[in-house]
């Protein structure tokens, strides 16, 4: 009996005790669980972390490329000015120059018609366009007016025009003002790359033009990185024998030369002489487009009707101004 009791009780020892280990073991495994679980959830936080990190990195680093680009409100303006007067092809041309002028950044268009008044096919050309522009007129007076019987290189064109776009950027813009003036004519084409490289024009630069003067081009002859002639055909002693595509003059040159203007009495050949005399001499232009041996811009068409030849002592006509 007494056997048996023990035997009862040594088996009741031993089930509490398999009892009580199984109670521990599981209550142990959802502790351990959570612990997976925490260390999981921890890892995640740390990743989620440095995805953040390098999100904002990244972000930083975006930033400085775009600040490496000059932003469009830091560079110097443009300010392209071209007289226009009305013709069959005026909208064509017109057109084609303001799809060009749409690449460039920052320019401001000066168009100014040669007009009584503004027309209405220039002011809506000009509201379509989307580039930022200044719309003015000014009627060339009747004794300088070209007639069409008059070869086109009789009476230089556009004079009064230009000079008013330079009368409205002195009346508008401040001593201090950064900027670069190009005579943009309406009949030429001009490569994107003229208008990168002449935003840094600091008095006057010059390169060369493509079929103007009746040559397949004219340009400024450079040695050593300056300008010491130019290869013409059309007088070639003229100060500055040059086509008005063939130079930019910085704002503040203009500026602070307010008299500087085209000269209305100009001889034929002269116009573009008129304004660069009095602003600067030879030895101080620069030459742009690789020193002179690239054509960044130029007619669209031989302006010496036959063929243009490759030697200047073979012109046959006079150039277009
Ligand atoms: C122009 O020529 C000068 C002198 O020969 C040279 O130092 C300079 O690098 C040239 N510039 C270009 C853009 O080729």
């Not at 220039?122 to 019987?149: I, N």
């Not at 690239?294 to 006509?317: E, H, T």
């Amino acid at each position: 009996m007494k056997v048996k009791l023990k035997n009862v009780f040594v088996i009741y020892f031993l089930v509490s005790v398999i009892g009580l280990m199984y109670a521990l073991l599981q209550l142990g495994q959802p502790c351990d669980c959570t612990l997976h679980l925490k260390s999981a959830s921890d890892l995640l936080h740390a990743k989620e972390k440095k995805l953040s990190q390098l999100h904002s990195e990244l972000k930083r680093l975006q930033g400085r490329e775009k600040a490496l680009e000059p932003a469009e409100q830091e560079l110097s303006v443009i300010y392209a000015i071209t007289p226009t007067y009305a013709r069959l092809v005026q909208k064509a041309e017109l057109v084609r120059l303001s799809q060009t002028l749409l690449h460039v950044k920052n320019l401001h268009w000066i168009v100014v018609e040669d007009s009584p008044v503004k027309t209405q096919l220039v002011s809506e050309l000009l509201a379509q366009s989307r580039l930022r522009f200044t719309h003015l007129h000014a009627e060339t007076p009747k004794e300088h007016k070209r007639k069409e019987s008059d070869p086109n290189w009789l009476k230089p064109r556009g004079v009064e025009q230009r000079n008013l776009a330079l009368q409205w950027l002195r009346e508008n813009r401040q001593l201090g003002d950064k900027g670069t003036v190009y005579f943009a004519d309406d009949d030429n084409t001009y490569s994107l790359r003229l208008f990168d490289e002449i935003r840094s024009t600091k008095r006057v630069s010059v390169w060369p033009v493509g079929l103007v003067g009746g040559l397949r081009f004219e340009r400024p002859l450079v040695e050593n990185g300056r300008v010491v002639g130019f290869y013409t055909a059309w007088k070639p002693s003229r100060p500055f024998p040059m086509d008005m595509a063939g130079f930019a003059v910085s704002l503040p040159l203009l500026l602070a030369n307010r008299e500087a203007r085209f000269d209305l009495q100009a001889e034929r050949g002269y116009l573009e002489s008129s304004l660069l005399q009095s602003l600067v001499s030879i030895e101080e232009l620069e030459p742009k487009a690789d020193n002179c041996t690239k054509v960044r811009a130029g007619g669209v068409r031989p302006d010496c009707a036959s063929s243009i030849p490759m030697q200047p002592s073979r012109l046959k006509c006079p150039p277009d101004r």
